[in-house]
Every structure is written in C-alpha cells, then in structure tokens.
C-alpha cells in the first residue's frame, strides 16, 4: 500500500522557520514529480511548491517564493519543505503528493497529482 506521510508541522511565531518531512511508502517515487500543497481553514487547497523527477526546476507559490525551498532525497524516497520567515498567513494544512506519472515535472495543478499524505498542522502565531 502506498503512503505519503508527512511530519515537522508544528506552532511557532512569525518570522521563525519549520522543515516539513514527506516520507513515501510502498514504492519508490524516485522517478516521479513531488508537490506541496496547504490548505487554510475555510479556504480552497493552494499550490506551495514542486519538484521534478530528476530534483530540478523547483517551481514555488509566488506567496512563498525567497522564503519556501523544496528539496527531495530519492535515496530515502523523502521529500521536504524548508519553511523560513514564516507569516501568519502560512498556517494551513500542508501536504505532500506524488505525481503518478515516470520522468513527470513539477507541476502546480492538484489534478497531477494521484498519490496525497494526510497532511501536517503549521500554524504561525503573530
């Protein structure tokens, strides 16, 4: 069975910084795009950030742009989130997913993506 789960969500106060963890389970996803999405309370599920097969071209969220850095580790089928300078308005339900397809890039679009982890609790208090 297949699993994305994710971990480091926690509190912590604006300006101050959190590495997000997405451990893959069941297959290898080593050949395969990854994402980050969130999700506020009471708000639509947004773009974060993605990576390509390969661990090139990172595309980032204008919102989180010079702040957010993705990064994969395809030896441990691991994916992060380095979160830094972190804003209120970052809090939301973060999670990751694996796009199904071979040699895929990243992409911003939620349809892409065919694999999601549960999601891990940000939450920045001002």
């Known amino acids: 069975q297949v699993q994305l789960v994710e971990s480091g969500g926690g509190l912590v106060q604006a300006g101050g910084s959190l590495r997000l963890s997405c451990a893959a389970s069941?297959?290898?996803?080593?050949?395969?795009?990854m994402g980050w999405f969130r999700q506020a309370p009471g708000k639509e599920r947004e773009f974060v950030a993605a990576l390509d097969w390969s661990g090139g071209r990172p595309k980032y969220a204008d919102s989180v742009k010079g702040r957010f850095t993705i990064s994969r580790d395809n030896a441990k089928n691991m994916v992060y989130l380095q979160m830094n300078s972190l804003k209120p308005e970052d809090t939301a339900v973060y999670a990751c997913a694996a796009n199904p397809k071979p040699f895929s890039s990243g992409s911003s679009y939620p349809n892409d993506y065919h694999y999601w982890g549960q999601g891990t609790q940000v939450t920045v208090s001002s």
């Open positions: 069941g297959r290898t996803f080593s050949s395969n795009a």
